[in-house]
């Protein structure tokens, strides 16, 4: 059989870089908010003199201490918010856009939302307050939560069978590599001088995420269209929602999306987390080496799981990813409650929470577009991740609410991580319900 890319054709290459690339640059719009959110926030919230006070050295620990819990009072509860509408904005730009592709086409929907949230992304640097930052983020998710379905299927149904395990890992990593470069745009911008906490600079760099806009017109220039899409637009009729809740199609339409929905919500309730975290414990610079480790981590492990994922049955392969990742978060947030400092046992447990927690993501490209036809595969998966996203989006509120000043953990993001991420335990139940599709062919 050969390598997985033996007898690749110019138009397969095509629609996996385009696809590997919008994945890439959403990771990196991902990637940039969680690591300048605290600056931002406290910009906007014109806390700088509870900032300046925070990171005295001059002053007493508690002084210091007390400053910083100010200021975690009003930024959690604005950085769950922010998290949570990003999450339904994505969930419902999946559905949306998803639909748009078993409509128009993979590639035509595809540039579209690569267009929405690279414009949306840009235009949060203009914004004046919290409230408005939210409902840009709000919107550039609506892009990003279409590009992954649309990408998805486009290359899963370009590719022959026997490729697919690695293109998943490989989509699974690619976005994760845009979240790593997020964080090495910041450090190297701070490098040079540019501090995030100063208005201009955090303003600048999401200004910078309009840039993958230039990818729709390599999108539409030399992408091609799905020949599978091409074909059952030809012999089916126009696909709808409703046709994924269907006699026979829901029993995978729902354990689909449950099985999204536990990863997602361990993820952005609890692991997206773990940046704020260090940054609250060392600064902006060591910030930026917690998502450099989360990111290391889950670009190893997105190939790894989807390879391991090929080989196993797809239920033992998310069983045995639960485990990894309610093991290791759990050690992560407990073991490393109270720590003063982010050092390398602290980076090397948030490379194996990144890894074990962001595998999931190599595994889902390989299961999902299993479960459904090609006619209905960008509306089905579509709504299966994206289910997970509106899921999650309630698992950052609680998140916010647990850490402000009225929660019962007061900023104490590490018991606030221990305890959401315990919904791996779910997840680990949830495996056997799975339909099992080792060995079956894309349905067509």
């Given at each position: 059989m050969g390598s997985w890319y033996t007898g690749a054709t110019r138009a397969q290459w095509l629609a996996l870089t385009a696809a590997l690339l919008g994945w890439m640059f959403d990771g990196f719009e991902q990637g940039i908010f969680p690591i300048v959110m605290r600056p931002a926030l406290i910009d906007m919230l014109d806390l700088h003199v509870d900032d300046e006070i925070s990171r005295d050295k001059s002053l007493t620990e508690q002084e210091r201490a007390s400053a910083k819990t100010r200021i975690d009072g009003q930024v959690a509860p604005w950085y769950g918010a922010?998290?949570?509408?990003?999450?339904?904005?994505?969930a419902l730009g999946g559905w949306g856009f998803g639909w748009l592709g078993d409509r128009i086409g993979r590639v035509r929907a595809m540039m579209l939302s690569v267009l929405a949230y690279?414009?949306?992304?840009g235009l949060c640097g203009l914004a004046q307050t919290p409230l408005q930052l939210m409902g840009l983020r709000f919107l550039a998710a609506l892009g990003m939560g279409g590009e992954w379905a649309l990408g998805v299927a486009l290359v899963m149904e370009s590719w022959s069978a026997h490729a697919r395990p690695m293109l998943a890992g490989l989509i699974g990593a690619a976005a994760n590599v845009g979240f790593m470069l997020a964080a090495f745009l910041v450090i190297g911008v701070e490098a040079l001088g540019f501090l995030m906490r100063e208005g201009g600079t955090w303003r600048f760099v999401l200004g910078a995420c309009a840039i993958p806009a230039l990818l729709t017109f390599f999108i539409r220039m030399f992408v091609p269209e799905s020949e599978k899409w091409q074909a059952a637009t030809l012999t089916g009729p126009k696909p709808s929602m409703i046709e994924i809740f269907t006699e026979g199609r829901w029993r995978r339409t729902i354990p689909g999306a449950l099985l999204c929905a536990a990863a997602l919500m361990g993820t952005w309730g609890a692991v997206q987390w773990v940046v704020p975290w260090a940054s609250q414990i060392g600064g902006q610079a060591?910030?930026?080496?917690?998502?450099?480790?989360?990111?290391?981590?889950a670009i190893l492990f997105a190939i790894l799981a989807a390879v391991i994922g090929s080989k196993y049955s797809r239920r033992g392969g998310y069983f045995v990813l639960a485990v990894g990742a309610l093991l290791s978060s759990q050690f992560l947030f407990r073991y490393f409650n109270g720590t003063t400092q982010v050092d390398i046992s602290f980076l090397l447990s948030a490379f194996l929470v990144g890894g074990c927690t962001a595998a999931f993501y190599g595994w889902?490209?390989?299961?999902?577009?299993?479960?459904?036809?090609?006619?209905?595969?960008?509306?089905?998966?579509g709504f299966c991740f994206n289910i997970g996203r509106i899921i999650a989006a309630g698992g950052a509120l609680m998140g916010s609410w647990l850490t402000s000043k009225e929660g019962p953990f007061k900023g104490d993001y590490a018991m606030m991580g221990a305890t959401l991420s315990l919904v791996y335990l779910v997840a680990i139940g949830l495996a056997w319900f799975a339909p099992e599709t080792k060995g079956q062919p894309l349905p067509d």
């Open positions: 922010i998290t949570a509408a990003f999450l339904v904005g994505a690279s414009i949306f992304t060591v910030a930026g080496q917690a998502q450099i480790a989360l990111a290391l981590g889902f490209p390989l299961y999902l577009p299993e479960l459904f036809p090609t006619r209905l595969r960008a509306t089905g998966q």
